[in-house]
């Protein structure tokens, strides 16, 4: 009776979760309410949405595409939709009257439903992330600016910070460039080659349509609602950059207030000064009633600003490249200029931009003193520039609403696509590049990857720690990187189908209910337009990834096994299994795969008879892992780490910077008079390291008159309990535990002899690498180091704890009697190899020749 209440009880939450999170989260319900007008809502082919910078003023890009759509009788038919927070300016003002034009607020119930109404969709920065792009619509990207400062992947700070920048990119089915040099650096730091299906029209920015032509007088007058003007005296605009992060914002004020007041003292008399921060930046200072006066209100459209502008003050930001069409005098103010620098980083050497680089208030003053002396110097410059950089100005904005509203593509010879037709594309999860053997499988693998043939896109989560945020920096430099952002987009009813996914795994029941609609539509609010030809999901521990790849409309699907995965289903970690209901889920999704890829024959086979209730023999093929050979060598013979001596003893010293200190860790190195076992592998149950420490505890209590030292390699959960081992057993003297490195080849290869002491592997990578060492082995006779070491390339113990302890006395024996184990052993052919193993590869996950 009370399993019957409780079963009923949980059934209830269930149901009821939803319900409630709808109510209490507002990002949940926006997602909710998004979906429902997805599904819900028809195209209308006459409706046109527009926003910029996330619904914080009509300027930019898209204001003056509007100003010519709404003002030409030929598009009078047209609905004209503004995502705008703040309706209180002039702009909106202007166009409150207009039957046709209307305004909503970003998130709103309005905003959602034009969002999936509207047939055409212009945006100068990023849709939300639950925004996803319906078949009919076109989605026009302008952008906003020339980058100087470096975009995308290119950026120093969090890995994949981007991420909805990019994913914009990849919905959209035109990207606005002004010059060849912005097309190339907004393509390249955003992973777009290959990938994206739409065209770039580089037919210069309309809104420098907007400086050439706007009516000075009457702009003036909008203007002296925010601020005053005198209107005998020039103008001097100081328009700086944001500092920090994409999404963290540096706040900087009192640095802008004491910059503003000294140039505001120092500047010549008949010049004004006036303030126009980025948009970022500006709701940091629009209740500062010291800086208010000389702002510029976010509202005001930059480019209408520039018309009336006699002298630009500027750092980093790319307002001067759109101010260069006036051929007025340009200053740069880099007061922290080394800094911003090495933080940010540049696509320019800014010391060849056309004006002078000025580092303090005296310095600008005094050039805007001898302004026609500075601008004759840099004439010669500004001209080249210019040629480079502004495409054209004056008439762009007709030209692309040509292109985009009455289809001239083909009469412009500034339309092209990027997209690579001769090669497929591979989508991959990778298993969020943690320190482990999965981790090393993928980056070797992408190492030996053929660019030519493959466009390769690893796609994994959207925030990284320290550890994975270094692994993702050993990818090969041509592998295409797309971060995950937002949620899925869910109604109710496909709330409760992903519920049951997550809880039954992909039952005949379920199957029913058509749960391959959701995965399919999240996979293009991720990839947008991309086209993907296979699909690999390479950790195969993850329910997520594995419904991603597996529920997809892809071409051909693979799934990965780099273990005996029903024993992975047995790990327990404190007393808790640690896979087994994700890995019941991961199972049931085999039968949507062509293939389930194990790493080893011996690994295969296990599979196979273990898994039978889940996938068919047929099904499940081997393909070994390959190896970064080059790395592997380079990495044994130059540790990159200072090597100090202390006591007579040598160290390899890791430095490890964190906040307000520096932490310094010294592992000892193996010494010519010891024996050194090393070991290497996540501090976990099925690596076993527990049985290595006893059986090497044996050795030492037996050979007590030996110098012999044990290395372990890694980190993990069971770090405490084998220190506490250690103790117990009192050699702690003889047990070096060095934590994860970097570079851990180094030490393997100062060492005599790698142990592995695990219970179940699929192919450790761990012991190919140590073969290109030539390096004697032990490892515990499993499936996995058995398909590795069989055929005589090492000693394989029987895996118990005598077995191992026989073995590595063996070793011992040896090197007191002064014998190079090595010699009885295969000397192993890596080159071979490894071209073995990346043909395994083309062959059954790329099904090379079926196509």
């Not at 030996?706 to 003889?734: A, C, F, P, R, T």
Request: glycine share 4%; proline share 3%.
């Amino acid at each position: 009776m009370k399993k019957t209440i409780k079963i009923a009880k949980r059934k209830v939450k269930f149901l009821l979760k939803p319900i409630k999170t709808y109510s209490n989260n507002k990002n949940f319900k926006r997602t909710v309410d998004y979906t429902r007008s997805f599904k819900k809502n028809k195209i209308d082919p006459h409706i046109i949405f527009y926003e910029s910078y996330h619904g914080k003023a009509m300027n930019d890009n898209p204001y003056a595409i509007f100003k010519l759509l709404v003002n030409d009788e030929k598009y009078k038919h047209f609905t004209h939709v503004w995502a705008l927070n703040d309706q209180d300016n002039p702009y909106a003002a202007q166009y409150k009257t207009y039957k046709n034009v209307k305004f909503v607020e970003v998130h709103s119930r309005e905003y959602i439903k034009y969002l999936t109404k509207a047939k055409y969709l212009i945006n100068n920065v990023t849709f939300p992330t639950y925004f996803q792009k319906k078949e009919g619509q076109i989605y026009m990207n302008t952008w906003h600016g020339t980058p100087l400062k470096t975009l995308g992947k290119d950026m120093e700070g969090p890995i994949g910070q981007h991420k909805n920048i990019q994913r914009n990119f990849l919905h959209s089915d035109y990207i606005l460039s002004p010059n060849p040099f912005t097309s190339e650096k907004l393509i390249d730091s955003h992973d777009l080659k290959g990938l994206y299906c739409g065209r770039i029209i580089e037919e210069g920015y309309p809104r420098m349509d907007l400086t050439i032509h706007t009516n000075k007088e009457g702009f003036r007058k909008t203007l002296e609602q925010f601020i005053e003007l005198d209107p005998n005296k020039k103008i001097v605009l100081y328009a700086p950059t944001w500092r920090g992060e994409v999404g963290s914002v540096a706040n900087i004020n009192e640095e802008l207030f004491k910059h503003i007041s000294e140039l505001n003292e120092k500047i010549p008399n008949d010049y004004q000064l006036i303030l126009k921060v980025h948009t970022l930046l500006y709701k940091y200072i629009k209740h500062d009633e010291k800086l208010m006066n000389k702002c510029i209100p976010d509202c005001i459209d930059t480019n209408e600003l520039l018309s009336i502008v006699d002298i630009l003050i500027t750092d980093y930001s790319s307002i001067f490249f759109d101010y260069m069409a006036t051929n007025k005098p340009i200053l740069f103010f880099m007061y922290d200029k080394h800094q911003y620098l090495k933080k940010r980083g540049m696509y320019l050497d800014v010391d060849t931009l056309a004006g002078p680089i000025c580092e303090t208030t005296d310095e600008i003053a005094q050039s805007i003193k001898h302004i026609e002396s500075v601008q004759k110097k840099y004439q010669t410059v500004y001209q080249e520039m210019n040629h480079l950089y502004i495409k054209r100005a004056g008439d762009s904005t007709q030209r692309i609403v040509d292109i985009v509203f009455n289809g001239k593509q083909e009469e412009s010879d500034c339309v092209f696509d990027v997209k690579e037709p001769h090669k497929k594309n591979i989508l991959i999860y990778s298993g969020g590049f943690l320190n482990n053997g999965i981790t090393s499988s993928v980056i070797n693998l992408l190492n030996n990857m053929d660019y030519e043939k493959y466009n390769v896109v690893v796609v994994d989560k959207g925030n990284y720690d320290e550890e994975s945020s270094y692994n993702i920096s050993r990818l090969n430099s041509k592998t295409k990187c797309i971060y995950r952002v937002g949620s899925m987009n869910l109604t109710i009813n496909d709330w409760y189908v992903n519920g049951l996914l997550n809880r039954r795994g992909y039952t005949k029941e379920l199957a029913k209910r058509n749960p391959e609609k959701i995965f399919q539509r999240e996979i293009q609010r991720l990839l947008g337009d991309s086209k993907i030809d296979i699909a690999i999901d390479f950790s195969g521990y993850v329910p997520f990834w594995t419904m991603i790849m597996a529920l997809g409309n892809f071409s051909k699907k693979t799934i990965y096994q780099h273990n005996d995965m029903f024993a992975e289903t047995e790990k327990k970690i404190n007393g808790k299994y640690k896979h087994k209901r994700k890995l019941k889920i991961v199972f049931s999704l085999y039968k949507r795969f062509d293939k389930v890829v194990s790493v080893a024959k011996h690994t295969r086979d296990l599979n196979s008879n273990n898994l039978l209730d889940y996938v068919s023999p047929e099904k499940m093929v081997y393909v070994h892992n390959s190896l970064n050979v080059d790395k592997i060598i380079d990495s044994a013979k130059n540790p990159d780490l200072t090597i100090e001596r202390f006591d007579g003893q040598d160290y390899l010293v890791e430095k490890e910077q964190i906040p307000g200190m520096i932490r310094i860790k010294g592992i000892r190195l193996p010494k010519q008079n010891e024996i050194n076992f090393v070991n290497m592998g996540r501090l976990s149950p099925e690596k076993d390291q527990e049985k290595l420490i006893k059986a090497f505890s044996s050795l030492i209590d037996k050979y007590k008159n030996l110098h012999m030292k044990l290395y372990i390699i890694g980190d993990g959960v069971l770090k405490q309990s084998l220190h506490e081992l250690v103790q117990s057993l009192g050699i702690e003297q003889n047990i070096i535990f060095t934590g994860q490195m970097k570079n851990p080849f180094y030490l393997i290869n100062k060492a005599d002899c790698f142990v592995l002491s695990s219970n179940h592997e699929g192919q450790p990578m761990v012991l190919l690498e140590t073969l290109v060492l030539n390096k004697p082995i032990i490892a515990t006779d499993i499936a996995g180091s058995r398909s590795i070491l069989e055929d005589g390339y090492g000693t394989l113990a029987e895996n118990n704890l005598e077995g191992l302890q026989t073995a590595m006395e063996k070793f011992v024996i040896f090197k007191m009697e002064d014998q190079q184990m090595t010699s009885d052993f295969k000397k192993f052919d890596y080159v071979n190899y490894n071209a073995k193993a990346m043909q395994m590869f083309y062959q059954e996950v790329c099904f090379e020749g079926v196509y």
